[in-house]
Every structure is written in C-alpha cells, then in structure tokens.
C-alpha cells in the first residue's frame, strides 16, 4: 500500500485548556483533532450528494457510501458504518508554556478539578500527516485551512480557548484570511445543510495592548453581559409577565413567596450545565432537564485578534439548529438548592422562553444596543456571501 505524507505548521492563538498541562508533550491531540476532521472531510463531500446517484439516503450513510466507494476509510472499517479515514496524524510543539487560566473564564461544572491550567506555544506546531490514499490526501490539503479557522478544541472551546490557524508557506499566520475562510464556511452551511447560521464580529472598543488573555477576558464578559442584564430585558420586554430563574431563586434564598407568572429559564437559552451557582451566599442548585444533564451554548466565538494591533476582535458564529433542537425537545426544569429546606419542594417547574425568544431578533436587539456611546462593545452581523457588513 502507497502512502503519502503531509507537513503543515499551526500557529496557536489561545490557550487549549490541558487537564495534563505539566507533561512535556502536552498540546493539541491527534486524539481530538482526527475525529473532528474526518467528520469535516465526509461533510466537504456533501456537494456531491445532489449527484443523484444516491439521492433520498440517510445522508450520514450517504457520505460514508461516496468515502467508502473512494477507498477512504480504514479498511477495518470499510463494512462496519464506522467514519474512521485512512490516514495517521501526529501533532508535536517544540515550545510550550504552562499558562495559569483564572481570570479568563476557564471555570469548570462543580465536581471537577477547580485547577484552570492550560498549555500555549509561542512558536510554531509541527502537524504530520500520513495518508495512504492520495485522493484523500488532496481533499486535506483542501480544507485544512478552513477547518482549523472554523473550530477551536479542548474544554471552553466555544469560548474562544483552543484556537489554531494553518500558517502559510512563508511562515506567517493566516490570521487575516480566518474571516474569509469562516464567511466561506458559513456560505457552504447555509446552500448545504439548508441552515441559517449567521456570523457576528465583536469588537471591544478600547484600544490597548492585545494579547490572549485580554481577548479571552472580553469573550468571557461580554458572554457574561448578554446572558444576564441585556438577555433578561429583552425577554421581558417581550412579555412581563414573565418570572425568570434569578426571581425564582432569590425567593427561596430569601424565603419569600413566588410572584405569579410564567416561570421561565431564561438564560438557559444561552447554554446551561446541570449546576448553577447564586448570589453572593453560594448557593448551588441542581438543574435538571429530563434525560439534558447540560446543553452548550449556540455562540461560538472564533478570535481574530493580531500581537501587533490594538484592537480585539473575535467572530461568532451563530447557528440556527442548535437551539432549535433544544426547542424541539422543549424540557421541563426542575431547579432545587442544595439546602434543607421545605420551600425546596414547592418550587414549580419552569420551561424555556422558546414562545418568545428569538435568537437573531435577540442579536438585532445586542447590535442596537452596541451602538450606544457608553458601550464598551461594537458588534455587527457579516454578510457571508459579499463580505459587506449588516445592521
């Protein structure tokens, strides 16, 4: 059997979050990145799935059957439904710091290590590829790029953390080339998988000294910013009679009665993990959504920022499919403290705002309020097909 190899530099610009970050050979893992990247290979190919050879399959078969027919699956998966393409990868760093996380919105679901450690290399990462069939090495060497300018790993990577770009032949990052690969990326989305993800840039408005804890810093706050004060106005503004979460739980910390309303979570539309913690006493409640033990966040912010500027910029990709999966299921959560107390069992289940919460009509109303003087933030939406910039 014929193998090909493949080397291409990476240039990290967060750090990935390493539950080993003190092992020498801790970086990115071949272990995460392959899988990702086969999934990404057989979702490249979906173009061809309007070959009308195998119209109206399920199209994970379908994509499995057009790898399987190019002799790109292992062989020992060739039958068996498995995705697993045929080539190896290694991925080493010369260079490396162990770089200590708190502060940059590396926090963890209680239970786990409260040690944030994460490993960033200042210079470049060596990415070896061996493929043994050559077609397939091709379509690699095709979407890398793209691929990496469209995923960041490890923990928080929705976040920002873990996030690489393919460095070109001269050495230099392609940093300025990660929005046009991402507008791309957004483009195939939207004519392939018939979606409607949309692309944000955020912009914090201060200039200053760039480096990736400002930039992990701002991502974490501006999370912060619309998933309380501006989430809560909005949806109130759009029915007030609406009791959220805080209320909730503040009377039970307070041993009040509840208001009567429509009891909503309103924040879990923005992602939610099974634990929450409230106010300044500490208290921990368990959140609970039938079989859901947590759910990510729809925003996914990809950085953009360059050492030599002074300014922050990071994308956000915004798709559609993800909340509405949630919506589709539509859970009922339940919320208790972890206190003894009677009030605890008579706390009423509550649902998601899904009857008034519009994902895109919420991040006009985030541009809007961008737009005010006192704003740290300037955001706006990216048109992926020209590149011209939308209100």
Known sequence: MG?????????????LIHFQAEQPQATLRATEVKPKLDRFL?????????????????????????ARSKKWLLPMVQGDGSAALNYKMQI???????????????????????????????????LTILCFNEELLGKIKEVLPMFFAVHNFGFR????????????????????????????????????????????????????????????????????????????NYVKSKDNKIINEKEIMNALVNQKNLSKGKYKYIRGVLGFANHYTFNKKKIK???????IKRFPSPLYFLPVYDMEYDK???????????????????????????????KAKKIPTIELPRDVFDLYKFFQYLIT??????????????NEKDGVDNG
């Open 312 to 342: 922050v910029k990071c994308l956000i990709l915004v798709p559609s499919k993800l909340l509405k999966r949630l919506y589709d299921i539509n859970p009922t959560i339940e919320i208790k403290p972890e206190i003894n107390d009677e």
């Open 42 to 66: 057989l979702w490249y190919l979906a173009p061809e799935r309007f070959s009308g050879i195998l119209s109206g399959k399920d199209e994970k078969k379908l994509l499995l059957e057009i």
């Open 157 to 232: 990577q929705n976040k920002g953390f873990g996030s690489f770009l393919v460095s070109d032949d001269s050495g230099e990052n392609s940093l300025g080339k990660r929005e046009d690969l991402v507008k791309k990326y957004v483009q195939m989305v939207n004519q392939n998988d018939n979606s409607q993800m949309r692309i944000y840039k955020l912009e914090y408005k201060k200039k200053m000294k760039v480096d990736f804890e400002l930039v992990l810093k701002i991502i974490n706050n501006f999370h912060k910013y619309i998933k309380s004060k501006l989430l809560f």
């Open 92 to 126: 080493s760093a010369d260079e490396k710091d162990k770089i200590d996380l708190d502060g940059m919105g590396a926090y963890f679901s209680v239970g786990q290590d409260d040690k944030k450690m994460g490993v960033f290399s200042r210079g470049l990462i060596n």
């Open 369 to 382: 309020a961008s737009a005010k003087d006192d704003n740290l933030y300037n955001l706006h939406r990216i």
């Open 285 to 291: 409640f368990n959140l609970t959504a039938g079989e």
């Open 3 to 15: 193998s090909w190899k493949y080397e291409v530099k990476l240039r990290q610009l967060t750090p």
